[in-house]
């Protein structure tokens, strides 16, 4: 079984490999962080609200992931969950694009480049090898503040950020040369701090910036009680991807080893991850190969009472079994990004290639998953990274169509009733700011609410 080689050749790998990762050539091209003179329109006085915050319930993020500078976008999400373009906000660190045949839109080939986490968001530099956070004023969420400065990201290509619920602790997954996960504890006034015993290769033969989109890392996850950290691993078609799972010791710090749940018969690209409420054993993954995946994790290593310490990659790979399913999506091209809706209790996943929102509901006991129902956007818009807000009771969905430099915004309330409300176009706010922009790069997209 070619997949078994895999596994083999991780163990082979230097585990310790991502050293050359550290230092990091921190500011490289000259920026200066924050709210210093990197062009930070923040400053420049393109905030489209005025200083006023009355209607302002949150803030949207997504980055533009510019080799000559990534920057954070930044819009005010109203009352009615409408958004507003507010500012763009250096990320003090350069952007990178993966490597694929069409060098097209998502160019990191992931979710989660930016993550939101209470009154903190994260975000990466691919082309920097670093990570940064910053605080989020809630009075003022688009108004972010960089802590401390942008830290190694611990590999090569960082594309995705996790924060466990728990402890508060972030970890990154790196996807180029030098792969797999590092984590930090985020402290208020310095930033991101190393944590001890975090950096775990992946042991991918893959190259910086990433070859993809097959064979890539795609998303990085904490269960909800925190005790695992999860990526999403795409195969090499005909062999399917998987998900690594390390444990996640009381201190922080991780398994030496990862156990490898290959995807349930029929998958092969995992992408996007989400939690399932209510069910603390199972993950709801896209996959670029044909819709979905459910893994259900109630057996595997980690979580088997037989099991408690993982000891080898190799010896506890397995297939995800028990209730574990793999979904076509009909019509998909690439269902990549996911995103729940705590108000109507499903998901909602997008496909770059048809610009397709579906959403998608799964019992949360049997695990078993129907399409409640698909939305069009707009043709060749590519709908990428997606996230969702409640907002005064109402759910509203963020959806990055990269390729039409577009935030598309959907309320979301009820199972079935999703209605497209808005299209932000903020190329022309890009241009005000002096923020360069390209479709192609555009990546993330993560939400803050009061
Ligand atoms: C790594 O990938 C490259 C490019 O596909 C290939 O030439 C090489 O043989 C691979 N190395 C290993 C150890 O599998
Ligand atoms: C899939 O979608 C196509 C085009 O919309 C439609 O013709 C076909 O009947 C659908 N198939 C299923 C199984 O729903
Ligand atoms: C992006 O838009 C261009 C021009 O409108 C189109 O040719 C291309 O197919 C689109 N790409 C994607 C990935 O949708
Ligand atoms: C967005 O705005 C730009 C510049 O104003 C324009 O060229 C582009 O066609 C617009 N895109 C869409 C999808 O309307």
Not at 141 to 165: H, K, T, Y
Request: hydrophobic share 40%; proline share 6%.
């Amino acid at each position: 079984m070619k997949f078994a080689t895999t596994v083999v050749f991780l163990l082979g790998t230097t585990l310790v490999s991502a050293a050359p990762g550290f230092p990091v050539s921190r500011g490289r091209g000259g920026f200066t962080r924050g709210r210093g003179g990197f062009s930070n329109p923040s400053e420049g006085g393109f905030s489209q609200n005025g200083g006023s915050n009355g209607g302002v319930a949150g803030a949207a993020f997504f980055m533009t992931n510019e080799p000559s500078g990534n920057f954070v976008v930044a819009s005010n999400i109203g009352r009615d969950g409408r958004l507003t373009f507010a500012r763009a906000v250096s990320a003090a660190g350069r952007g990178l694009h993966g490597l694929s045949a069409d060098n097209g839109p998502d160019g990191l080939f992931s979710q989660d480049s930016v993550k939101v986490a209470g009154e903190s968001l994260f975000v990466v530099n691919p082309g920097s090898n670093t990570a940064v956070m910053f605080s989020i004023d809630p009075r003022n969420p688009s108004d972010i503040q960089m802590v401390g400065n942008p830290v190694s990201s611990g590999g090569e290509f960082p594309v995705s950020i996790a924060v466990n619920s728990k402890s508060k602790d972030v970890c990154v997954l790196n996807g180029g040369q030098v792969n797999g996960v590092a984590c930090f504890t985020p402290d208020p006034k310095l930033g991101l701090i190393e944590l001890p015993n975090t950096v775990r290769s992946l042991g991918l033969n893959q190259t910086t910036p990433a070859t993809g989109p097959a064979g890539t890392v795609s998303d990085l996850l904490f269960n909800a009680a925190g005790t695992q950290l999860i990526a999403s691993v795409k195969g090499i078609p005909p062999n399917a991807g998987f998900l690594a799972i390390w444990t996640v010791a009381a201190d922080g710090s991780l398994s030496p080893q990862f156990e490898a749940v290959t995807a349930p018969t029929g998958g092969l690209l995992p992408f996007g991850m989400s939690l399932i409420p209510g069910n603390n054993n199972a993950i709801f993954a896209t996959d670029a190969g044909l819709g979905f995946d459910v893994f259900d994790l109630s057996n595997s290593g980690a979580n088997s009472s037989a099991t408690t310490e993982i000891t080898s990659a190799a010896g506890s790979n397995t297939i995800a079994a028990g209730a574990s399913s793999s979904n076509a999506v009909n019509g998909s091209v690439a269902v990549c990004w996911s995103a729940f809706s705590p108000k109507t209790g499903n998901f909602f996943v997008t496909d770059i290639g048809t610009s397709l929102v579906t959403e998608v509901h799964v019992d949360k006991k049997t695990l078993k998953a129907n399409i409640v129902k698909q939305y069009p956007q707009t043709p060749g818009s590519a709908t990428i990274d997606d996230a969702t807000a409640t907002i005064n009771g109402n759910d509203f969905l963020y959806v990055l169509a990269a390729n039409a430099t577009t935030v598309d915004v959907l309320s979301l309330p009820a199972p079935g009733k999703a209605k497209t409300i808005q299209s932000l176009n903020f190329s022309q706010n890009m241009r005000n700011a002096k923020v360069t922009i390209n479709p192609n790069n555009l990546q993330g997209m993560a939400v803050f609410v009061n």
